[in-house]
């Protein structure tokens, strides 16, 4: 199963709804392992190090980081961008499906949108 971090900008109802429908789902977030105020670029470094796919609502910065961190050579585990507007129940869904059906390494060094369409 798929190891998920949730940044600060990611919609609590998310992360609740996540956890209500499946309560071992290996969700952190960034801001309860000391990252509060971290730039992305710490954020990302952290979850490659942790192995865990950054879910995230920054479609504005956190993507230009993460492929930055590809053209470097540096791991990068992925980032799952979810527009904050998209429908919470339909991004749990997929959420979910994800975290079920993709192998660990799965999406190293992509950038997925979530809802799938």
Known sequence: MLRFAADESLSSKIIDGL?????DLDLVRIQDVGLRSGDDPSILAWAAQEGRLVLTHDVSTMTDHA???VRENLPMPGVVEIPQSAPIGVVIEDLLILAE???SGEYEGLV???PFK
């Not at 956890?19 to 309560?23: A, E, G, I, N, Q």
């Open 101 to 103: 059906c993709s192998k």
């Open 67 to 69: 492929y930055e961190r």
């Open 19 to 23: 956890l209500r429908r499946k309560p």
């Open 112 to 114: 997925i949108y979530v």
